[in-house]
């Protein structure tokens, strides 16, 4: 199986007694600093709020004293349903990280399918959430048990807060006084929040990276390419609508070796057969999803909160900060 630039991928079919093959994948992470507890919290957060097909992990194991000498989890194959569709149906009371206790069996190395979820607010600083065992939940003023909902705090006053911390953050990185547009970007919410495309915005799931190197198809003979499962949660996490909304320009409008150009993702493609995959797409994604997916005010809205919860501590970022408001 192809891998990813994160992790590499295992396909493993396991014969039972009966005969019968079970299909799995290993996971292995090319990093030290990726948090498998992580990423099997949003996958397991999808399975219980959702209905889209996601893999279901049976074994985790963190050390690396092991045949494969690497830290590793494993996962089953299985659908996908109408994924854009049901992120959206899927609110949290604010924006935030999902996190559980996982609850190790240190024999078995078997997740406990009854741990309870765990939210962070965006608003949390990144501490070292390293302990023995496996990653939990940091201990944060922020941390809660999550609770679905109407939003608690408005995207525009989620923003401002998010600028506020990431310039403190910043420049004490830094330690320069390069300005990094936070006030520029104040000025843009402040704007769009006039404009009332904040108006009613919910926090929904988002799964951050949403591209055909994370969608496993059945390529078997008989399958004509069907989806099985989406993979690769680690950057999941509940967000404004918008930020569920990006378009898969991949399915219609596939720029080979180039980053495709979302300021044309509602062209019509001049290919008849691309037109009727837009068109399939757009009917499973619903309303909500073309309310907001097309709108160049929402785009650049994605870039603020991308900007707001990552920073900007390269020439290259400020870079495309800068583009973004000359647009």
Not at 126 to 131: G, I
Request: aromatic share 10%; charged share 25%.
């Amino acid at each position: 199986m192809s891998s990813g630039g994160f992790n590499r991928v295992i396909g493993l079919d396991v014969k039972r007694p009966n005969d019968i093959e079970t299909p799995y994948i290993v996971r292995i992470p090319r990093y030290e600093m990726s948090d498998i507890a992580n990423e099997n919290a949003s996958l397991r957060f999808v399975r219980e709020y959702t209905t889209i097909s996601v893999p279901r992990v049976v074994a985790i194991n963190e050390p690396t004293d092991n045949p494969l000498e690497a830290r590793y989890s494993v996962q089953t194959r299985g659908p996908v349903g109408f994924v854009y569709r049901q992120l959206l149906n899927v609110r949290s009371e604010t924006p935030s990280r999902i996190y559980y206790l996982p609850g190790l069996d240190q024999k078995a190395r078997h997740i406990s399918p009854s741990a309870p979820f765990f939210v962070e607010h965006l608003q949390a600083k990144f501490p070292d959430r390293s302990r023995a065992g496996i990653p939990g939940p940091p201990k944060s003023k922020f941390l809660a048990p999550f609770k679905p909902g109407p939003p608690s705090q408005s995207t525009a006053d989620v923003l401002k807060a998010l600028f506020a911390a990431a310039e403190v953050r910043e420049k004490k990185k830094t330690k320069s006084d390069i300005a990094f547009c936070w006030e520029e970007f104040r000025e843009m919410t402040a704007e769009l929040q006039a404009d009332g495309r904040f108006k009613s915005m919910c926090f929904t799931l988002t799964h951050g990276d949403l591209h055909p190197r994370n969608i496993l198809l059945n390529l078997s003979p008989d399958s004509h390419g069907s989806p099985m499962s989406v993979l690769d949660w680690n950057e999941g996490l509940f967000a404004p609508a918008f930020m569920a909304c990006k378009p898969p320009m991949w399915l219609w409008a596939r720029a080979n070796e180039e980053e495709e150009d979302e300021r044309h993702a509602n062209d019509v493609p001049s290919n008849p057969e691309n037109r009727e995959i837009k068109e399939i797409f757009e009917q499973a994604a619903g309303s909500t999803y073309l309310q907001l997916v097309y709108q160049p005010q929402y785009r650049l809205a994605e870039r603020l909160v991308v900007f707001a919860i990552n920073g900007m501590n390269t020439t290259e970022h400020l870079q495309e900060a800068i583009d973004m408001l000359d647009e």
